[in-house]
T-cell receptor, first 114, second 109 residues
Framework: SQTIHQWPATLVQPVGSPLSLECTVE??????LYWYRQAAGRGLQLLFY??????ISSEVPQNLSASRPQDRQFILSSKKLLLSDSGFYLC?????????????FGNGTRLTVT | GQSLEQPSEVTAVEGAIVQINCTYQ??????LSWYQQHDGGAPTFLSY??LDGLEETGRFSSFLSRSDSYGYLLLQELQMKDSASYFC??????????WGAGTKLIIKP
């Protein structure tokens, strides 16, 4: 079976500090990988997605970046955090790009920028 | 612009039936999905409708009418553990999911 690991679970960072969130998937090969952000009481906003190693698509211009150094590893980064970067960050994977392929989410990282 | 509309909150009684509606306006349509999210947790997939009609999975059913740009999630025999937020999401012409803001389901004993 497939599992997704995301860490850390919570993070408090000062404004201007760097960020690195990591996500790994086990039990499948070449998954589609996603980073979402969720503001309190809101829906999910797609930040980045990747359909293969080294392939990153950005949906929202911001001070965040993503990388996929290995097939099942997805990293979200920032050089300098802003207060507006606070939120609940969710990594997700799915088998492929077919319409009905569901997303499987990690447990999320709750980021507070102070 | 693209938008999905769903009620912000619905209240129901344990054992009852509740329907959560979702209307959408998107550029392209490749299916309507529903996800459940408990407080502090990750969303989990419930159902997908690509064609008109009703899909049933246990106590949960989901309906789609593409001509009305409308769908709903029906939860039967409500249990306290069903207290959560429910999100509808539409796959658009870019093959990405557009999410509604979520409906918080409150269940009273």
């Amino acid at each position: 079976s497939q599992t997704i690991h995301q860490w850390p679970a919570t993070l408090v960072q000062p404004v201007g500090s760097p960020l690195s969130l990591e996500c790994t998937v086990e039990g499948t090969s070449n998954p589609n990988l996603y980073w979402y952000r969720q503001a309190a009481g809101r829906g999910l906003q797609l930040l980045f997605y990747s359909v293969g190693i080294g392939q990153i698509s950005s949906e929202v211009p911001q001070n965040l970046s993503a990388s996929r150094p290995q097939d099942r590893q997805f990293i979200l980064s920032s050089k300098k955090l802003l207060l507006s970067d606070s939120g609940f960050y969710l990594c997700a994977w799915r088998f492929d790009s077919s319409y009905n392929s569901p997303l499987h989410f990690g447990n999320g990282t709750r980021l507070t920028v102070t | 612009g693209q938008s999905l509309e769903q009620p912000s909150e619905v209240t129901a009684v344990e054992g009852a039936i509740v329907q959560i509606n979702c209307t959408y306006q998107t550029s392209g349509f490749y299916g309507l999905s529903w996800y459940q999210q408990h407080d502090g947790g990750a969303p989990t997939f419930l159902s997908y409708n690509g064609l008109d009609g009703l899909e049933e999975t246990g106590r949960f059913s989901s309906f789609l009418s593409r001509s009305d740009s409308y769908g709903y999630l029906l939860l039967q025999e409500l249990q306290m553990k069903d207290s959560a937020s429910y999100f509808c999401a539409v796959r658009d012409s870019n093959y990405q999911l557009i999410w509604g803001a979520g409906t918080k389901l409150i269940i009273k004993p």
